[in-house]
């Protein structure tokens, strides 16, 4: 494991991980698009979800790239790459299980959707967050709930809206799981550092 962490430490490999990531970030909030349209405007931050997170990380990635760490961000990136990537997966197999069948669209949000939940995790022994960092995440994402849950602002899935309900339910546990893995992969663990020393703002 320690091996992989190093690699990952590598600019290219960290370079061509920022271009996947705006990628991604750009077709996210195309996807989002239509929900967007008719979104009141003071929810339209709060609604596209992934692409937000895998912003936060384009952000930390960029950071680490100058060699530097900007904690708030990756607070912001750990908890909500991890809580929307497996809120992906599970909304896709839950597509998959009341309709019986899923789109190759589908598999491919499942398979990215993992992949952005294990990236921001994997980075984290470079991570310099501390706890007022994490509170803010936190507060950040719950507040994210209350405004998806409460207000109706959660991401469409048609084939899913009787069980709205139980979604939220399991959402706001799934949140309460991504900030505690942040507080154990990112502020306990901070044991590798940036090919050089990094600043941090």
């Known amino acids: 494991m320690k091996l992989i962490i190093q690699i990952l430490g590598q600019r290219s490999i960290m370079s061509g991980l920022l271009i ?34 895998s912003l936060f990380f384009v952000f930390v990635l960029i950071a680490f790239l100058l060699k530097k760490n900007w904690p708030l961000l990756e607070s912001l990136a750990i908890i909500t790459l991890f809580k929307y990537g497996i809120w ?10 009341v ?3 899923l789109g ?3 598999y491919m ?9 294990v990236q921001g995790l994997l980075y984290s022994p470079y991570y310099r967050m501390k706890i007022s960092h994490l509170v803010i995440g936190a ?7 209350v405004i998806d849950y409460v207000f ?5 899935y048609h084939v899913l809206a009787d069980y709205s ?12 799981l991504s900030i505690y893995l942040a507080y154990r992969f990112g502020v306990k663990n901070q044991s590798f550092q940036l090919e050089a020393p990094s600043k941090v703002y």
Not at 139 to 145: A, E, G, K, P, R
């Open 139 to 145: 507060i950040w994402t719950l507040h994210n709930d």
């Open 88 to 97: 992906a997966v599970v909304m896709n197999l839950l597509v998959l299980i």
């Open 109 to 117: 949000l499942i398979a990215s959707h993992f992949a952005m939940a």
């Open 104 to 106: 190759w669209q589908g």
């Open 152 to 156: 109706g602002q959660m991401p469409r």
């Open 20 to 53: 996947v990531n705006i990628i991604g970030t750009i077709y996210g909030y195309i996807w989002y698009g239509w929900q967007l349209k008719d979104t009141p405007a003071h929810f339209l931050i709060f609604v596209p979800d992934s692409p937000t997170a």
């Open 165 to 176: 309900n139980q979604i939220g339910y399991f959402t706001f546990w799934l949140s309460l």
């Open 99 to 101: 309709t019986g069948e």
